[in-house]
């Protein structure tokens, strides 16, 4: 008797990220190699299923891309099957996916797209998930693919505005993405030798954030600061760009650089500028670190779905690639703590955080 060949979906959701083709290719080329998959494509996310778009892959169109940036695939940030222009449209998706014949859906995505499959799966879909975000802001996993590139592509930029800062006496101010969480900016202000790094998790004292610029000033000439997007100043709010309607987070933050700027220049006496990487965080070719993890992600997660192993993400904890299950990750977001490693190597090295109580840490750190 003839086995049925296992058909299965593949889709890249919410924002593109380093490193999605090399998730897509390591995906497809797993299940086609061993176990003689046909691989479905779906066009623009979860769009992709509600305007039912999709495309067969065969094994070439799956080589040559792992070192491209973007997806293949297409994706979409504000298309959920439960909010489609105003309609709950979930039933018909989930009626399109058992049209298909799938035996499983592959999605690649962050928070928002791990949470619309996590309702899905629980109309019916057999759903593995893979975790990408430049934020890094996905609960259950140590780390997500695309964030290795956009804290490297940060770091460069830091590298470069501090020669202008030396050149000509001034604070150099840098606002990075990352939404609600500040890893980016964590991270990428502790590579770059950031002097002020402000996140979401902590507001700031414009005062505090003053002295310490006005303090490297003194020492050195200029200052470098890093400001994730999603902060703000104590009793202060966040600096919206716009506002959205179509499902997903209809905020869009940016510009609290330049807010930062017109605070700073009302305290200290210097020559102030303000620069927004924005979308130069997201694009481009994945690093090294990206590509080998991506893959590795990818291939765990064919893994799980030939042993139908369905509800459940591809995660690292602990330096080990596990599996957890999608309702551990879905409509969480995981952010710095207090008691984060990174932020505590930050404050003894004499970093600024421009928040009292974080002072106070640093204190308890050195005695």
């Not at 989930?94 to 899905?120: C, F, P």
């Not at 933050?253 to 303000?274: C, F, P, S, T, Y």
């Not at 990750?329 to 995981?334: E, L, P, T």
């Amino acid at each position: 008797m003839q086995t049925k060949t296992l058909r299965i979906g593949v889709l890249t959701g919410g924002g593109d990220c380093p490193g999605l083709n090399a998730a897509i290719r390591a995906v497809s080329k797993s299940l086609m190699i061993n176990c003689c998959a046909e691989i479905i494509g779906i066009q623009d996310g979860f769009l992709g299923l509600i305007e039912r778009r999709v495309k067969p892959l065969n094994y070439e169109d799956c080589s040559g891309i792992l070192s491209q940036g973007g997806t293949i695939l297409g994706t979409h940030n504000s298309a959920s099957p439960f909010n489609y222009k105003g309609v709950d449209v979930s039933d018909k998706v989930l009626d399109y996916y058992q049209s298909l014949e799938l035996d499983g859906l592959v999605v690649i995505g962050g928070d928002g797209t791990l949470s619309i499959a996590y309702e899905m799966s629980k109309l019916g879909m057999n759903i593995v998930g893979i975790p990408k975000t430049i934020d890094n802001d996905l609960m259950g996993t140590d780390r997500t693919f695309g964030f290795d590139t956009a804290i490297s592509i940060v770091t460069d930029a830091l590298d470069r505005l501090r020669t202008t800062g030396q050149s000509h006496k001034r604070v150099m101010i840098l606002e990075t993405m990352g939404r609600y969480a500040g890893w980016i900016a964590l991270h990428a202000g502790i590579a770059g030798g950031a002097d002020v790094i402000l996140i979401p998790e902590f507001d700031y004292d414009i005062d505090e954030v003053a002295k310490a610029c006005q303090s490297r000033m003194g020492d050195q000439h200029y200052s470098i600061v890093v400001i994730a997007e999603g902060a703000k100043p104590i009793g202060g709010q966040l600096t919206i760009r716009e506002t959205k309607d179509g499902g997903g987070d209809p905020i869009r933050l940016g510009g609290v650089a330049n807010v930062l700027k017109l605070q700073l220049e009302q305290k200290i006496d210097a020559e102030i500028r303000a620069t927004t990487l924005g979308y130069i965080q997201r694009g481009g070719s994945p690093t090294a670190f990206d590509r080998v993890f991506a893959t590795s992600l990818g291939c765990y997660a064919a893994s799980l779905v030939a042993n139908k192993q369905f509800g459940k993400v591809v995660v690292l904890q602990d330096g080990q690639l596990c599996s957890t299950s999608l309702k551990e990750v879905a409509h969480k977001s995981r952010i710095v703590t207090n008691e984060d490693s990174e932020l505590a190597s930050a404050l003894s090295m004499g970093i600024c955080f421009g928040n009292p109580d974080l002072a106070t840490k640093l204190h308890s750190l050195n005695k």
